[in-house]
């Protein structure tokens, strides 16, 4: 899956997963929440 530059420091973080909802990508983080990101 592409991800934008911007999230993608988000991606390699441990315990993140990247999704797509509504056209949109979100990156959630359970472990680290302030990690969460939306882009779209």
């Known amino acids: 899956m592409k991800v ?3 999230i993608r420091r988000l991606k390699a973080k441990d315990g993140s997963i990247v999704v797509r909802r509504r056209g ?3 990156v ?3 472990k680290h929440p302030r990690w ?5």
């Open 36 to 40: 969460n990101t939306r882009l779209g």
């Open 28 to 30: 959630i983080n359970k």
């Open 24 to 26: 949109r990508t979100f």
């Open 4 to 6: 934008r530059n911007s």
